[in-house]
């Protein structure tokens, strides 16, 4: 997901799905809605419960031949393996999505996916290879307008770009994703990049602009509610 959602309601409208589909009898329905509850648990941090119905859920779109679900959940999967700083397990889990999704032409471009295999690569050091997979993120997001794929794509491609020594296009990078963040209200991921370009600041030596990108992010994550 796009990591801009309520948790709490999310959670609320997953679980009344999950009762409906088990007063209907739809074990594919609710198989998704307990993966998806999953998605709404890891946002809220029970992270042992989360794991435990995502991995759940996977199984499941494999035994029911649900191949939306699966690539889903393996892209959930290997983010957490992300998270965990496994990058070569991870990107198996990626690879395996991919395939899937090369096999069903319905299943468009993969922002998720890629945006793990981005931070994946990141993670391991692999900055040429990352910065060329965040470009394309990047076109693939603004050629289907879609905002807050690019502006998460900008944030990490602002993080490689750091990563490398190219200060300037890293600025930059999080300069635009902090203008599509306020435009689209995507108060997470604004927090994220003030967060990052008030660390270059800081590092600089700016601490004026440090202070007060330091005081709009933290602005920011108390609006999002995230904890």
Known sequence: SD????????????????KLAQALGDKKLENRASGELGFALFLEGDMGAARQKVAGALMGAMMFGDTGAQIR????????????????DALG?????????????????QFVVN?????????????????????????????RQKHVKETQALITAGTVENAKGDEAK?????????????KGHFTRLLADAQFYLEDIYRKKGDLAKAESLAAAAAESTQNSGDR
Do not use: C
């Not at 393996?81 to 070569?88: A, C, E, K």
């Not at 889990?93 to 471009?109: H, M």
């Not at 692999?126 to 910065?131: G, W």
């Open 3 to 18: 990591g801009e959602t309520d948790a709490a309601p999310m959670r609320r409208d997953w679980e009344a799905a999950l």
């Open 73 to 88: 959940y393996l892209a959930a999967v290997g983010h957490a393996y992300v998270q965990l700083g496994s990058y070569d």
């Open 93 to 109: 889990y990626f690879d395996k999505a991919l395939k899937i999704a090369a096999a069903n032409p319905d299943a468009g471009y």
């Open 115 to 143: 945006e793990g295999r981005l931070q994946a690569f990141r993670g391991m050091g692999k900055l040429d290879t990352a910065e060329q997979l965040a470009n394309e993120i990047i076109a693939e997001a603004r050629a």
């Open 170 to 182: 890293a600025i930059e990078d999080f300069q635009t994703a902090i203008d599509l963040a306020q």
